[in-house]
């Protein structure tokens, strides 16, 4: 990934919480027949290992559920919005403006790894719904569901195991940018109101400490 320093996070806490705060990755891997892509919930094992371990799952019918041993690349994408060139004060007097697209991306590098171990499939999914149900209302657990039912399901999955051998972290939150540019620019999303503008003007604040404006 081509990341330029003023946009380069190598903090591993910091790529660890954006891996869990994303929860949901671009499953690249590099096989004879080809490259192989699944969009999958992927679950982060911080202590595995020096920069963590990913698990998740697939259909046994999915191509990936064949990839043991295939060099692979998890892909998180966090926040990102367009960035227009009218926001930035430098449109009214040179002109010398282009848009751009900011965002937060992770990639995680390693070898991938299958599994079909029944009981560590069903663990897998223990440990998935657990962390995705923890903010509903009235969480849904494994054990909800009948045994045998569970059974059936897990019969139909693969297991993936991705130990991380290289994380790659690129904030790019206008840090290049002065000042007045940034202000320009928080204004600009501040203006749109959707999620994706007050999600990344979040960002934009939290990595260049910017106060949030009132109201």
């Not at 009214?92 to 697209?101: A, D, F, K, L, S």
């Not at 937060?104 to 079909?116: M, N, S």
């Not at 045998?148 to 019969?155: G, T």
Request: glycine share 8%.
């Amino acid at each position: 990934m081509y990341t330029p320093t003023a946009f380069r996070e190598a903090r591993l806490p910091e790529l660890h919480a954006a891996i869990d705060r994303i929860a949901f990755a671009s499953l690249v891997s590099t096989t004879a027949a080809g490259l192989r892509v699944s969009h999958i919930p992927l679950l982060l094992a911080p202590h595995e290992g020096p920069h963590g371990t990913l698990y998740g799952h697939v259909a046994r019918a999915n191509a990936h559920a064949t990839c043991s041993g295939a060099p692979s690349l998890a892909i998180f994408l966090g926040p990102h919005a367009y960035i227009s060139a009218g926001w930035y004060p430098g449109k009214q007097t040179h002109g010398r403006e282009v848009p751009t697209w900011n965002y937060i991306a992770v990639h995680a590098h390693g070898t991938l790894e299958t599994f079909d171990d029944p009981v560590a499939l069903r663990e897998l999914l223990r440990r998935l719904t657990d962390r995705h149900e923890r903010s509903m209302p009235s969480p849904w657990h494994l054990d909800d569901a009948p045994a045998d039912y569970i059974d059936r399901n897990l019969a139909a999955i693969t297991g993936l195991r991705l130990p991380i051998e290289r994380l790659e972290g690129k904030w790019k939150l206008s840090q290049n940018r002065t000042g007045a540019d940034r202000a320009g620019v928080l204004a600009g999303l501040d203006g749109l109101d959707s999620e994706d503008s007050r999600g990344m003007a979040e960002a934009i604040r939290a990595a260049n400490a910017v106060p949030k404006r009132p109201g």
